[in-house]
């Protein structure tokens, strides 16, 4: 129920999540492909340019650290949603809340971020 209701609040608050819902422009695969690796992530972005939100699920049972994945923004990503946290029941396994983009491409952006994946979990960043 806390994870439910932290999941609305935050389509509420961002814009990303619901203005360009039925607009090719509203969403845009990150890495689709990573089948080896069972993850996948995303952005959806608002009408307002910087309103991006990053999406990555690890459909794995093994947690992954060090997990590259590009952005199209720099600076400071802040973890809004990790269902593995311990308020959801999980491990608490995470980013300490955000991490700082690095001048490293990756997926076609010249930004990218390091992640720890907790296993079987969804991370949902607001972009800076």
Known sequence: MTLL???N???RTEPALHERDSRP???AWIDAGDAAGNVLS???RGRTPGFVVL???NFSGSARFGYRIGVPQAGDWIERINTDAHEYGGSGLGNFGRVATQ???FHGHAQSIELALPPLSTLIFVGP
């Open 103 to 105: 001048p490293v491409p």
């Open 9 to 11: 609040a935050l389509y």
């Open 5 to 7: 209701r932290d999941l």
């Open 42 to 44: 995303f952005v959806r």
């Open 55 to 57: 999406v990555v699920c």
């Open 25 to 27: 422009e509203g969403f």
